[in-house]
Every structure is written in structure tokens, then in C-alpha cells.
């Protein structure tokens, strides 16, 4: 096995688990199928130094640097299946390709289920958005609203009401009648009815169209969509995984380790909270993790 690490996707998460497996000077293969979740967002906002710009233009500048380290390379691709083998591990690509590596970051992130809500789609990561964090500040004092999904969308509205005046949109669903009343009480304005459909100028939104007629002005609406894993390789591996409310994430400990030996996982596919500093630290963490176990 010529390989000390495979990293299996290229974004915030894998290039920064490339980038400390390479200053610990061990060769490590980057495979990435080039569709990072937060593509359809125009910003990335609380990175330092980084606030503000454009998710692609900060990954192509990371890409740029992790491979001047001489121990790394790149490849665009999918991986399409993994298993044990031997001391270590082999992954096949799309093209038929197989790789073998002593170790293994899975890294290759999530694609979100969106609401079938006519208008929404064409709207994600730029007036319909997921994070209050990421994406509130530019919507402060305007009209946001919280599209009901679960039962952790009423906390959200709670929160989002510090960005601004919130209308919690249940779009035919029922809230707890003592939830409902704790909202009320914090300001939460409670949207009972069907939503038809939103409306705006490009991907601006301007309206809540109800399946009644009525039309509510709003400026951002915050969605938590269902999160799909990019891959089943984990589950193919074996490695252990937790149900959260929106989903399934691969079962951690604090640097990162899955339940397989010799097994990391990095990023959203491996938390509950996401953002790109949340999963470059969790990359950081595997890198350091994965390097320490090649030794001990």
C-alpha cells in the first residue's frame, strides 16, 4: 500500500485533513465528486479572515495550497464503493479505478432534501436559508420567517427572532398548544395555514403566497431541510451511526474516530451543528487523529 490516507471529499472538511496529514509528511490522495453543499450560497460568512467571500473562491485558494505540499495529490472523481483489506483499505472510483491506503477520512459531506414549496428551490443558500449564523446578520431587522419541519423548528423560531420580527410557518402542521404559547409570549408571530407558494424578484423573496389567498411580506425564510449523506460508504464500512431529528450522521468520538479502526469522518456528515469552521476543525481534528495512529 503505497498510501498512508485516502481523504474522500475535497471540501472545508477533507482539505483540512489533507493539509495536516501532509505536514506530518505522509502521502494522502484527495478524491473529490466537486459539489460542495454550500455551492448555492453566494457568501460564506464567520470564517476568519475569510468573511464575506465567495464558498468556491475560498476552496479553489485551499486546493491551491494543499497541493504544494509534495506528499498530496488531487483527483476528480466518486468514490463508489470502500472495504477492509488487509492492514488497511481499498476504494473503487466511478471510472473503475481501484486505491489502497493504510487509512481513511471520509469527508464527502451532505446534499440537503428541500421542502416542495413551488418558488423555494431556485431561492436556497440565498433568500432561503438554514442558518441564522451563517446567513442572519445580512437579513437583521427585516421580516424572516421559520418554515416548520420538525419539532426543533419551534426552538428555532425562538432564536431567529434576535435577527428580526419571525413568523413561525407551520404549513399545516400542529404545534404543541404550551409551544405554542411560549412563542407567543417571545414575540413568534404563528402561521397555521397551507403555504402555496413564495414569491420574489430573481432569488430575493419578497412574499408568502397561502393557500387561502393571502399574501405575508417577508424577506428570508429559514428552512431545516432533511440531510442526505453524499455516500453510503460508511454504512458499506460498518462504521456506527446516530438518527438526529433531520437525519443520519456518522458516530464520532472527540478527534473524529469512527467505530471502525483506522476509520475518520470529518464535516457535516459527522455532526449536528454545520458550518464551514465547524468542519474544518473537525478536519483538523481527523487529520492529527489519522497521522497519530499510523504511530501508535
Known sequence: ??????VIGGSFAGLSAATYIARARRNVR????????????AHSHGFLTQDGS???AILQAARKQVLTYPTVDFVDGRVVSAEARGDGFA??????????ALRLVLA?????????????????GRSVIHCPYCHGFEFGGKQLGVLYSSPMSAHQAHLVTDWGPTTLYLNGAELDPIMSAELTGHGVHIEPSPIAALHGKGTELSAVEMADG????????????????NSDLAEQLGCAMDDLPHGRIIRTDGWKATSVPGVFAAGDIARGAHSVTWAS????SAGVALHRSLLF
Not at 446534499?111 to 431556485?122: K, V
Open 214 to 229: 393571502r399574501v405575508n411580506k417577508i424577506d428570508a425564510l429559514f428552512v431545516a431541510p432533511r440531510m442526505r449523506a
Open 54 to 56: 465567495e464558498p468556491e
Open 108 to 124: 464527502y459531506g451532505i446534499s440537503d432534501d428541500l421542502p416542495d414549496l413551488r418558488g423555494l428551490a431556485e431561492r436556497w
Open 281 to 284: 476543525a473537525d478536519g483538523v
Open 30 to 41: 484527495v478524491i473529490d465528486a466537486g459539489s460542495p453543499r454550500n455551492r448555492f450560497a
Open 91 to 100: 476504494i473503487k472510483l466511478d471510472d473503475g479505478e481501484e486505491v489502497q
Open 1 to 6: 500500500m503505497h498510501l498512508d490516507a485516502i
